[in-house]
């Protein structure tokens, strides 16, 4: 047996991977990691993976960064964690100081957690205590776009609407307000992403007038829905809204922890849209990759909303063990040192175009009904019938033939269903970005083959029963 399958079998001994159908890999090897540098990770047996994903849309400056490396390694000698209940630390002041300084204007305070899921948590809970603070109780719902995601604990998948994630839990989620998504893949022929984006906006009025008085929040994720296909859309969308919440007086919440950082052309979507969000909720890249860490920015005057004497329980009673870690703090510094001095956004406009050059072929194919982009985000759309936008049966997992392939040619493409997409770490070459097209083409290619599809029976050689 070699290294890998021995891994394999240790691991599905003892684990439940996330995200997975664990029967699946009774026929799919897992690819267990031993190290990884700069866009590659590399198995127990020497055989190399391009990161495209960036290890689920985290790492932006490579795997193994000598300069993140080193400002963790400082940081541990000196303090590992400490509570930040009545206590604090040098780079979680720091870290304070420049999220406030380089997010829009207006966004002044900063509240930790450990992960995207709980950010979002925090911005919820922080939008509802704060009607309550000001004596609107009665504002609690919030309005999510169809086919969003904003994470897997019980109130972020409340706001979000992808089926998938959220339909086994029906019973446990919160009463929100759906408003269809100004999703530009649904466009009319003819009609531009701005156009559109506008015209879908009515839905976001509608409600807005209709339930304003109930309404503590509306959610999106700004430019790009990530988990519900990488749809996208205008900035427009975000500028019209943000008018809406200021005229009908409902908090605005950003879930920028799949786009904040670079991914989408700027550093944070909303400047494509020149607003400010009433919640900014980061993670993800904020750490380059290495270390849970979210942060979730707001005003002021939401601030101001809970500062009292202690016996008015107006104070904000919500806490992580881990929150504001400083190896956490240390990398996120470290990271946006490099963004400082690297000219990252500036390069990645240029990596940008290179996508879209490599990819461009696609638009043509014959299964392809969109190759999008936004900024450093990718994505080519398969479907069964090009000029209806006709689906394939999810049951058929065309994009699972698309991993497969890349793995076999030694890259990381790990498709939403059907839609394979680009979203890798920005120190990635323009050679690399060629050969993920090179890859990508050819697994579309045999996944689209009339009849295919993935069997569920059958093992991969080695497989043993684990137990």
Not at 16 to 38: A, F, N, S, Y
Not at 176 to 185: G, I
Not at 199 to 219: K, N
Request: glycine share 8%.
């Amino acid at each position: 047996m070699g290294l890998n399958a021995e891994w394999m079998q240790r691991d599905l001994a003892v684990l439940w991977h996330p995200c997975t159908q664990m029967k699946d890999h009774e026929r799919l090897p897992l690819v267990p990691i031993r190290r990884g540098e700069g866009v590659w990770l590399e198995d127990f047996e020497g055989k190399r993976y391009l990161d495209a994903v960036s290890s689920w849309w985290v790492n932006v400056f490579g795997h193994a960064n000598p300069r993140i490396n080193q400002r963790i390694k400082d940081q541990v000698d000196q303090l590992e964690h400490v509570i930040l209940a009545g206590f604090s630390h040098q780079p979680v002041i720091e870290l304070s100081e420049r999220l406030v300084a380089m997010t829009p204007a207006g966004l002044e305070r900063v509240f930790y957690a450990d992960n995207g899921s709980s950010c979002i948590e925090v911005a919820l809970k922080m939008s509802h205590h704060y009607w309550l603070n000001v004596g609107k109780p009665e504002k609690k719902r919030f309005v999510t776009l169809s086919n969003s995601y904003h994470g897997e604990t019980v109130a972020a998948m409340s706001v979000g609407d992808v089926a998938l994630f959220t339909d086994t839990y029906k019973a446990l989620l919160l009463d929100t307000l759906k408003v269809p998504s100004p999703d530009c893949y649904h466009r009319p022929e003819g009609v531009s992403w701005e156009d559109h984006s506008r015209l879908m906006f009515s839905h976001m009025e509608q409600t807005l007038a209709e339930h304003h008085r109930e309404i503590a929040a509306v959610i999106v994720e700004p430019l790009i829905q990530g988990a519900g296909g990488m749809r996208m859309y205008h900035p427009v969308y975000l500028k019209l809204l943000r008018e809406a919440c200021d005229r009908y007086g409902v908090h605005l919440i950003h879930d920028e922890i799949a786009v904040g950082f670079g991914r989408t052309g700027t550093m944070f979507a909303c400047e494509q849209a020149g607003i400010t969000p009433d919640f900014l909720c980061l993670s993800k890249a904020l750490t380059g990759g290495y270390l849970p860490l979210a942060a979730c920015l707001t005003t002021d005057r939401i601030y101001q909303a809970f500062y009292d004497d202690y016996s008015t329980l107006r104070a904000f009673l919500h806490s992580h063990s881990y929150t504001g870690n400083p190896l956490a703090c240390a990398a996120a510094l470290a990271t946006l040192d490099i963004f400082e001095s690297n000219r990252v956004i500036e390069n990645n406009r240029r990596l940008a175009a290179r996508m879209a050059q490599a990819t461009a072929h696609l638009i043509n194919h014959p299964q392809v009904a969109e190759v999008r982009q936004t900024g450093m985000v990718l994505a080519i759309e398969m479907v069964q019938d090009k000029a209806s936008k006709t689906p394939y049966p999810w049951q058929e997992r065309r994009g699972l033939k698309v991993f497969e392939h890349a793995l076999s040619r030694g890259a990381l493409l790990r498709p939403l269903g059907s839609v394979v997409y680009f979203l890798p770490p920005y120190v990635i070459t323009e050679e690399q970005i060629d050969f993920l097209a090179e890859v990508a083409s050819e697994g579309i290619d045999i996944a689209t083959r009339d009849g295919v599809s993935v069997p569920l029976g059958g093992r991969y050689p080695g497989f043993r029963d684990p137990g």
